[in-house]
């Protein structure tokens, strides 16, 4: 296990502790709670994203199967289930998630995750966005597995961390537009060798936030090209896309 994962672990044992002891507070507005993470009204605040493409969850002004860009080219991937817009004030959760070691923060993002539910389609298996070894390290845990376990135990389908694998470090994707993160990602992730027999033909694949979607659909595209028929992208949150 990786060291950063330890150290994470320890931070989010302590602070289950402290919240044994002492009186639990919202992770965003620190109003004194009745034991969970977020209270009522911060949790009310979360941008839905109700009106959205079934394709890649743009969110929409008015309600319609797909968007402009998917009739015009569709994602490799098959649908798609973004029950969040990336916005105020869930991205702050997120990047406690994500740069802050903030486990308790992702428990809160899963359970909101689930109460969205239920999700639109049963696949056979989860498949988390792979992080690249090194960042991983860094890290500590990669953030889509994390949001991947509860939701996995909770809807009793089976997950899986082991059918992808990140094998070139890619630049963080913020700073680029939808051509060059397409080009970032290209070839970044391949099948671990010894999975591609006995894959499910439903796969969902998850992450955290979506932006463009380059990262799922060079993901889908390894996946069908192994013979998987249908990938659906579940992802935490859309972030709007720069095209
Ligand atoms: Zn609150
Ligand atoms: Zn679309």
Known sequence: MAVNRIRALLVDGARRLERLLLPSRCLLCAAPGGGDDLCAACAAELPRNPVCCTRCAEPLAQPAALCGACQREPPPWDTAWVPFRYEWPLDRL?????????????????????????????P?????????????????????????RPLASALGIPLRHDVLERVRVTNQQTELDAKRR??????????????????????????????????????????????????????????PARR
């Open 124 to 148: 056979d298996l989860i498949v988390p966005v792979p992080l690249h070894r090194g960042r991983l390290r860094r890290r500590g845990y990669n953030q889509a597995l994390e949001l991947a």
């Open 182 to 239: 397409r080009a970032n990602v290209r070839g970044a992730f391949r099948l671990r060798p010894l999975r591609a027999a006995g894959l499910p033909l439903h796969i969902a694949l998850l992450d955290d936030v979506m932006t463009t979607g380059a990262t799922l659909a060079e993901c889908a595209r390894v996946l069908k090209r192994a013979g998987v028929a249908r990938v659906d992208v579940w992802a935490l949150a859309r972030a």
């Open 94 to 122: 997120e990047s406690r998630f994500k740069f802050a070691a903030g486990l308790a923060a992702g428990r809160v993002l899963a359970a909101q995750w689930l109460a969205a539910g239920p999700p639109p389609s049963r």
